[in-house]
């Protein structure tokens, strides 16, 4: 329970908090010290199996390994006990060019770190640095809600990044493996592939979109399907298929509202939002923050 309380207290305290805790010492501290800068045998460090990112850029690791051999590691990696050796909460990437410029050991400072600590700070350091592609990043939100029970608008605080940029990353989680595999090697953007979220093969899509170098538009224009709403009616009118961004507008409006909203857009700029009330109190609640009194 303790343990448990201990990890949700971590979340939300930020990168900036986190990393104040360790910041960087004298370097003639006693090499037993922890919070203390001090150097380790790099086979006695070993990778995060949370690390959100999966992919190392081998032309940046070999660069950065120069840089290394040059200059050596000029900033710590942060890293924390894990039975006979030490796990590496940040810094994987000076880790993985240190071995390329065949260095024996690399400075570390040694912290305690909660398991929601260290995968809050694995994923803020490289988003920070725009090194995840968007299918790491969403797994990495994924990753905090589903094993630490934190929702979206927590995720969001703590990120600094809105509600709807994280629920719209972690619903490109639903794409096929293909579609997922060409957004991580940069083929599709993430626009694209949130555009391919509804579409019933998107797989397909997804090749069509990358043969043709089609923009986002062009293939968010694939996905839309014009269809009569009755043979019967004279003033036939056009409905299309909802985008991710409209669907995560909807939910957006519904956060706000707090009740269900269903956005219909038919084209040429025109649409409506129907909202759905399930008692007095939400109607309200609807008129209060339409302001517009309530008469009965």
């Not at 990495?140 to 605080?157: D, M, P, V």
């Not at 096929?176 to 797989?203: F, N, S, W, Y």
């Not at 519904?254 to 009740?259: D, P, Q, R, T």
Request: overall charge neutral; glycine content about 8%.
């Amino acid at each position: 329970m303790t343990e448990r309380k201990a990890e949700r207290r971590g979340l939300g305290r930020g990168l900036s908090a986190l990393m104040a805790e360790v910041a960087t010492p004298e370097t003639d501290s006693p090499p037993a010290e922890r919070g203390r800068s001090q150097r380790l045998p790099v086979e006695m460090l070993v990778p995060n199996p949370d690390q959100p990112r999966r992919h190392f850029d081998d032309t940046a690791l070999a660069e950065l390994a120069i840089s290394i051999r040059e200059k050596g590691v000029i900033q710590p990696l942060i890293v924390r006990p894990k039975g006979e050796v030490y796990e590496i909460v940040a810094g994987e990437r000076r880790w993985r060019a240190a071995q390329r410029a065949q260095l024996h050991d690399v400075p570390v400072i040694i912290r305690e770190f909660s398991d929601t600590e260290v995968l809050e700070i694995g994923i803020i350091e490289n988003i920070q640095r725009a090194d995840l592609n968007p299918v790491e990043e969403a797994m990495g939100y994924r990753a905090l809600i589903e094993r630490f029970g934190h929702t979206q608008e927590q995720l969001s605080a703590a990120m600094g990044k809105s509600r709807s940029h994280i629920a719209n990353l972690m619903r490109l989680l639903s794409l096929p493996e293909e579609v997922q595999t060409l957004l991580r090697d940069g083929k599709l953007t993430a626009g694209h592939a949130r555009a391919l979220i509804p579409a019933d093969d998107p797989g397909m899509l997804a090749r069509k979109v990358v043969l043709e170098g089609l923009s986002v538009r062009q293939t968010e224009a694939l996905l839309k399907s014009p269809q009569d709403s009755g043979s019967k009616n004279k003033n036939k009118t056009k409905t299309y298929a909802k985008d991710a961004d409209t669907r995560a507008l909807e939910a957006d409006i519904s956060a706000v509202l707090g009740m269900p909203i269903d956005l219909d857009y038919a084209g040429g700029g025109r649409g409506k939002v129907t909202v759905t009330f399930s008692s007095m109190e939400q109607l309200d609640r609807l008129c209060s923050i339409l302001g517009t009194p309530v008469r009965r």
